[in-house]
């Protein structure tokens, strides 16, 4: 939170967020105080990031019970309404299987209305599925940790029907009205300026054994080619998806660049 005060301290305009907070680490109390602060200090351009924890040796590390998805899926919705109710500027009273509040309120309040929007972010279907009822931002990432993170991820929510799928989940769980007010987000794992797309996506198959090159090469998880082509497959997967929020890994950032400047205003 302290970054990303100092980050919108730098700029003027660019938009700040987290992505995403373990809810785990964190009681929705101070989540929703340190929240309300942050979009004060940043004049209203704070985003509100939200997830339901993943790796394993993140709860060991901190000496935190790691329990099934659906228990932390749960968990995060409980948070969720906890938060939102805060953010609104109300006085919220709930009683929980996880958590109980009493009669808290928060002060400041956030300058955006009704709250900062809020991303929820993941693959699975039941934390889909509360992105679809309660976010303002649906974050796909593609990626499915089995055992706590202790062996590579199943990605084949990567593939253009795990996709296609997820996609219409959500739409089916959201409603058509809420649907069309939601944005799409997709988390991008690599970033490839090449002019033999094809190549370098079959380099990658050794380390995603599970794909193959076209696989890899339609996944909006995955950017490969020249700028021109990025922008191609970009405006394709909105065109197919509705996907127009993209987050990137730092190390890609300068490679990235000149496809932002290229669709600047479009």
């Known amino acids: 939170m302290p970054a990303l005060v100092s980050a919108a301290d730098a700029t003027k305009h660019l938009r700040v967020g987290t992505n995403v907070l373990n809810n785990d680490l964190r009681h ?32 060991e590390q901190a000496g935190l019970s790691f329990d099934t998805g659906a228990t932390r899926v749960e968990r995060l919705a409980e948070a969720v309404t906890i938060i939102k109710r805060l953010l609104k500027g109300e006085q919220a009273t709930f009683a929980g299987r996880h958590y109980r509040v009493t009669s808290h309120t928060i002060a400041p309040f956030p300058v955006q209305k009704p709250h900062p929007p809020i991303l929820i972010g993941g693959n699975g279907e ?9 976010a303002d931002i649906v974050g796909l990432s593609g990626l499915t940790f089995r055992h706590g993170g202790a062996v590579p991820p199943d990605l084949s929510g990567w593939r253009v029907s795990g996709v296609d799928d997820r996609v219409r989940r959500v739409r089916e769980i959201a409603g ?8 799409l987000n997709a ?8 002019d033999d797309r094809r190549r370098a996506a079959e380099e990658l198959t050794s380390r995603w054994t599970q794909l193959d090159a076209d696989e890899i090469l339609q996944s909006p998880y995955v950017l490969i080619g020249t700028v021109d082509q ?37």
Do not use: C, K, N
């Not at 058509?176 to 944005?183: D, F, I, S």
């Open 230 to 266: 990025m922008v191609s497959d970009l405006q394709a997967r909105r065109q197919r998806w509705g996907i127009s929020y993209y987050v990137i890994h730092e190390p890609y950032l300068d490679a990235f660049a000149p496809v932002v400047a290229r669709l600047v205003g479009s």
């Open 187 to 194: 988390l991008v794992q690599q970033v490839i300026v090449t």
């Open 28 to 59: 929705p109390v101070l989540v929703a105080r340190e929240a309300a602060t942050v979009d004060l200090l940043t004049d209203g351009r704070f985003q509100l990031g939200l997830g339901a924890g993943s790796i394993q040796s993140e709860y």
């Open 126 to 134: 039941r934390l889909l599925a509360l992105a679809a009822q309660e």
């Open 176 to 183: 058509e009205a809420r649907y069309m007010r939601l944005e």
